[in-house]
């Protein structure tokens, strides 16, 4: 979620959409113009943050890769999401301006939101399901293109939207000005709230020719609608903006300023030429004394950057790994069904909450009782939270992997015994398992066995004995019809696409039907229900008969119905239980967001404040551009930690990371502990009193005063002639 630190006025904010109907220049006060880039900015919020909320399940169950391929590639696009703002900033400030940025990178931005919906429509009419699509390498080209075309976008116009907003304002609407960035970082977050909640309830509609698709061309085809009517909101307002030409990138000036030190450091390294207090007075042949002293104050804070990308490496798994451990749970809150994508929105819930409760209330308490609470320490505290964010996820998990199934090795097989016959059975399995099944009833768990070849023994009178062969690595059942004499082997599914399509999606269970009508067996395809209760009806000819059962989160079942299934009512079906449903609960999930959002308000927005602070005016651009580096860089760090990481356990990985940010936090608060906190604005007036730019700064501020008391003058004498 993103947060400026500043709260919205409610009452601003209506007599701004009250302003919108009067059709003048300015009403209330209000560029009317501004309209249009508020609800540009709601639009396109709300299409990024509805797109990224089901992202990840897209990956690891539309396109069938695993976790830490789905992981990866999730963090990888929101990494390339936090590099483009340069690019953006760079193209809006020395060559577009901002208004033609924001047209340009917004049709690209629409364009990758379309081509992702348009990607997932394929499997939507696929009648195997089962197997991979016929264009499945397409399918995914198309999908990545679409991911790096959004990227561009949204990452382009981000540095632009906002500032463009800010333009709009005169110099006599100050008050006015600070309204609107309220409301605009009202829309931001209004629009990423909603698009959170709504998209995952789109995600798990059934849509399509086959009900067991679920419906991600809906999931992605409504934030693209939404991106489609902010390009054309913004483009409507085109006639009232005022539109400021390319002024210069102060970034692209940094960066060539930094460069000459380094290379007339580099040029001049014989000890004959004198030393330089800071390796940036190198560059004081070309570049102006406060530039380069300027470019010194923001390389501290720069400095300080160093170890925060570790923050956002924690911070931003709340979107893949966290989303990805809801589907093992259960999402049943009683009078409502949560799906897993949908707990992100606990994130900014609390953001909304914890933030005036910290402004207001924790911070004064704490500097009422003498501590020097500083912004610094305020991070590192911060970091310390998101620390133990990620060892209540590691608890949780523990738990989770207690309930889950124990599928079978490539080396291993796994069978369960199902018997029908009107008798308990004493199943012998060779070479030595044994089992007492009562009529009617299966066997309690499956059963490993690491014999590809088994022989298979009934008590009955005579004895029954078959030979059957396994196959390595999946599941299977054996059925012992009411003619035992007739027992057959039936592959349940395999382990890993169990793993991969049922078992770890939460938000849909598994009906697994098998038919046997006498000596003719009929098995059917795995049909996706929805939770929650569920009525069948079984028909052959003129006759029919209709049962319903309740399925829970993640379970698995197998309905094996007899050929005398019409004549008792559909009251001889049998059911047997493959895996359980969930059990551990979604809401177990909240004291680890509740933990992260803690220490979002005390790093992320205290970080901000901090750092503009410690800048320059004129460099605040360069670093918010750093600032968004380290969030690209965190997500790097996660993609190559799950990628050559490779950790057995998922819990263990979690408390990796938590380990991991403990370490970085206590380099940060030593590198706190060695800052002194500078005043620029001081430092600034000090370099130009040294080289008399000062009675020039004074000549400038007097004339502008002079013009200001003339235009006031001008103004007074009009009012008088007119009365």
Same mark, same amino acid.
């Given at each position: 979620?993103?947060?400026?630190?500043?709260?919205?006025?409610?009452?601003?904010?209506?007599?701004?959409?009250?302003?919108?109907?009067?059709?003048?220049?300015?009403?209330?006060?209000?560029?009317?113009?501004?309209?249009?880039?508020?609800?540009?900015?709601?639009?396109?919020?709300?299409?990024?943050?509805?797109?990224?909320?089901?992202?990840?399940?897209?990956?690891?169950?539309?396109?069938?890769?695993?976790?830490?391929?789905?992981?990866?590639?999730?963090?990888?696009?929101?990494?390339?999401?936090?590099?483009?703002?340069?690019?953006?900033?760079?193209?809006?400030?020395?060559?577009?301006?901002? +208004?033609?940025?924001?047209?340009?990178?917004?049709?690209?931005?629409?364009?990758?939101?379309?081509?992702?919906?348009?990607?997932?429509?394929?499997?939507?009419?696929?009648?195997?399901?089962?197997?991979?699509?016929?264009?499945?390498?397409?399918?995914?080209?198309?999908?990545?293109?679409?991911?790096?075309?959004?990227?561009?976008?949204?990452?382009?116009?981000?540095?632009?939207?906002?500032?463009?907003?800010?333009?709009?304002?005169?110099?006599?609407?100050?008050?006015?000005?600070?309204?609107?960035?309220?409301? +605009?970082?009202?829309?931001?977050?209004?629009?990423?709230?909603?698009?959170?909640?709504?998209?995952?309830?789109?995600?798990?509609?059934?849509?399509?020719?086959?009900?067991?698709?679920?419906?991600?061309?809906?999931?992605?085809?409504?934030?693209?609608?939404?991106?489609?009517?902010?390009?054309?909101?913004?483009?409507?307002?085109?006639?009232?903006?005022?539109?400021?030409?390319?002024?210069?990138?102060?970034?692209?000036?940094?960066?060539?300023?930094?460069?000459?030190?380094?290379?007339?450091? +580099?040029?001049?390294?014989?000890?004959?030429?004198?030393?330089?207090?800071?390796?940036?007075?190198?560059?004081?042949?070309?570049?102006?004394?406060?530039?380069?002293?300027?470019?010194?104050?923001?390389?501290?804070?720069?400095?300080?950057?160093?170890?925060?990308?570790?923050?956002?490496?924690?911070?931003?798994?709340?979107?893949?790994?966290?989303?990805?451990?809801?589907?093992?749970?259960?999402?049943?809150?009683?009078?409502?069904?949560?799906?897993?994508?949908?707990?992100?929105?606990?994130?900014?819930?609390?953001?909304?909450?914890?933030?005036?409760?910290?402004?207001?209330?924790?911070?004064?308490?704490?500097?009422?009782?003498?501590?020097?609470?500083?912004?610094?320490?305020?991070?590192?505290?911060?970091?310390?939270?998101?620390?133990?964010?990620?060892?209540?996820?590691?608890?949780?998990?523990?738990?989770?992997?207690?309930?889950?199934?124990?599928?079978?090795?490539?080396?291993?097989?796994?069978?369960?015994?199902?018997?029908?016959?009107?008798?308990?059975?004493?199943?012998?399995?060779?070479?030595?398992?044994?089992?007492?099944?009562?009529?009617?009833?299966?066997?309690?768990?499956?059963?490993?066995?690491?014999?590809?070849?088994?022989?298979?023994?009934?008590?009955?009178?005579?004895?029954?004995?078959?030979? +059957?062969?396994?196959?390595?690595?999946?599941?299977?059942?054996?059925?012992?019809?009411?003619?035992?004499?007739?027992?057959?082997?039936?592959?349940?599914?395999?382990?890993?696409?169990?793993?991969?399509?049922?078992?770890?999606?939460?938000?849909?269970?598994?009906?697994?039907?098998?038919?046997?009508?006498?000596?003719?067996?009929?098995?059917?395809?795995?049909?996706?229900?929805?939770?929650?209760?569920?009525?069948?009806?079984?028909?052959?000819?003129?006759?029919?008969?209709?049962?319903?059962?309740?399925?829970?989160?993640?379970?698995?079942?197998?309905?094996?119905?007899?050929?005398?299934?019409?004549?008792?009512?559909?009251?001889?079906?049998?059911?047997?239980?493959?895996?359980?449903?969930?059990?551990?609960?979604?809401?177990?999930?909240?004291?680890?967001?509740?933990?992260?959002?803690?220490?979002?308000?005390?790093?992320?927005?205290?970080?901000?404040?901090?750092?503009?602070?410690?800048?320059?005016?004129?460099?605040?651009?360069?670093?918010?551009?750093?600032?968004?580096?380290?969030?690209?860089?965190?997500?790097?760090?996660?993609?190559?930690?799950?990628?050559?990481?490779?950790?057995?356990?998922?819990?263990?990985?979690?408390?990796?990371?938590?380990?991991?940010?403990?370490?970085?936090?206590?380099?940060?608060?030593?590198?706190?502990?060695?800052?002194?906190?500078?005043?620029?604005?001081?430092?600034?007036?000090?370099?130009?009193?040294?080289?008399?730019?000062?009675?020039?700064?004074?000549?400038?501020?007097?004339?502008?005063?002079?013009?200001?008391?003339?235009?006031?003058?001008?103004?007074?004498?009009?009012?008088?002639?007119?009365?």
């Amino acid at each position: 979620m993103e947060y400026d630190g500043v709260f919205p006025n409610v009452y601003s904010l209506c007599n701004v959409c009250l302003c919108v109907l009067v059709q003048t220049a300015e009403c209330c006060g209000y560029p009317i113009s501004i309209f249009f880039i508020v609800v540009n900015e709601f639009c396109e919020r709300f299409s990024y943050y509805g797109m990224r909320a089901v992202l990840v399940l897209y990956f690891r169950y539309f396109l069938l890769w695993d976790d830490d391929l789905a992981t990866s590639i999730y963090h990888a696009f929101v990494a390339l999401c936090y590099l483009t703002p340069i690019l953006g900033a760079i193209i809006a400030d020395s060559w577009l301006g901002k +208004f033609k940025t924001i047209i340009y990178l917004s049709i690209v931005y629409a364009i990758g939101q379309v081509t992702m919906a348009v990607s997932t429509i394929h499997d939507i009419t696929d009648a195997n399901r089962d197997g991979t699509p016929d264009n499945f390498t397409f399918h995914t080209a198309l999908s990545m293109l679409g991911l790096v075309l959004i990227a561009l976008g949204t990452g382009g116009i981000k540095p632009c939207v906002a500032a463009f907003g800010g333009d709009q304002f005169q110099e006599h609407q100050s008050r006015q000005l600070n309204t609107f960035f309220s409301v +605009f970082y009202l829309c931001i977050n209004a629009g990423s709230l909603l698009s959170t909640l709504i998209t995952p309830v789109l995600r798990a509609q059934e849509c399509g020719i086959h009900t067991q698709q679920q419906c991600y061309p809906l999931a992605f085809g409504v934030p693209a609608a939404l991106m489609v009517v902010s390009l054309v909101v913004f483009i409507s307002g085109s006639g009232m903006y005022i539109k400021t030409d390319p002024e210069g990138n102060i970034m692209w000036s940094v960066c060539k300023c930094i460069g000459f030190a380094i290379k007339n450091r +580099f040029r001049h390294r014989s000890s004959r030429y004198p030393k330089r207090e800071h390796w940036m007075d190198w560059a004081d042949e070309k570049y102006d004394k406060l530039l380069i002293a300027q470019i010194k104050m923001v390389l501290k804070v720069l400095f300080l950057y160093i170890p925060l990308p570790m923050f956002w490496t924690l911070f931003d798994q709340k979107g893949s790994r966290w989303t990805l451990q809801a589907t093992t749970m259960t999402g049943d809150f009683g009078a409502f069904i949560l799906q897993p994508d949908q707990m992100q929105t606990v994130n900014p819930i609390l953001i909304l909450t914890l933030v005036p409760i910290m402004d207001r209330l924790i911070f004064p308490l704490i500097q009422k009782c003498g501590l020097n609470f500083s912004p610094l320490k305020r991070m590192t505290v911060g970091m310390l939270f998101a620390a133990m964010a990620f060892v209540s996820a590691a608890l949780v998990q523990i738990e989770i992997d207690k309930t889950l199934p124990n599928f079978p090795s490539s080396s291993e097989s796994q069978l369960k015994v199902v018997n029908i016959y009107n008798r308990t059975l004493n199943v012998t399995i060779s070479p030595n398992e044994h089992l007492l099944i009562d009529s009617f009833e299966s066997s309690a768990d499956y059963v490993t066995l690491d014999h590809q070849d088994i022989s298979v023994s009934l008590n009955t009178n005579p004895v029954i004995t078959k030979a +059957f062969s396994l196959i390595k690595g999946e599941r299977q059942t054996l059925i012992i019809p009411s003619d035992p004499t007739i027992m057959y082997m039936v592959s349940v599914h395999q382990a890993n696409m169990v793993k991969n399509e049922f078992i770890n999606s939460r938000k849909i269970v598994v009906a697994y039907s098998k038919v046997s009508t006498g000596d003719q067996r009929a098995t059917s395809n795995y049909t996706l229900v929805s939770h929650g209760k569920r009525d069948f009806v079984l028909r052959h000819g003129e006759q029919w008969c209709e049962f319903s059962r309740k399925f829970g989160f993640g379970a698995s079942y197998t309905f094996l119905i007899p050929s005398t299934v019409f004549s008792t009512d559909c009251a001889s079906i049998i059911e047997v239980e493959d895996m359980k449903p969930n059990s551990v609960h979604m809401a177990l999930q909240i004291p680890q967001y509740f933990l992260i959002t803690t220490g979002e308000v005390m790093f992320s927005v205290t970080g901000l404040q901090f750092s503009y602070s410690q800048a320059p005016k004129n460099m605040k651009s360069v670093l918010q551009a750093g600032w968004l580096c380290t969030n690209a860089v965190g997500n790097i760090i996660v993609l190559i930690v799950a990628e050559l990481g490779k950790l057995p356990k998922q819990w263990a990985e979690y408390v990796l990371f938590a380990s991991l940010l403990v370490a970085v936090s206590i380099v940060f608060s030593i590198m706190a502990y060695f800052y002194t906190y500078i005043d620029p604005a001081e430092i600034e007036a000090q370099i130009r009193k040294e080289q008399g730019l000062e009675s020039e700064e004074k000549e400038k501020e007097t004339l502008e005063m002079e013009e200001i008391d003339e235009s006031q003058k001008n103004d007074q004498e009009v009012k008088q002639t007119k009365i």
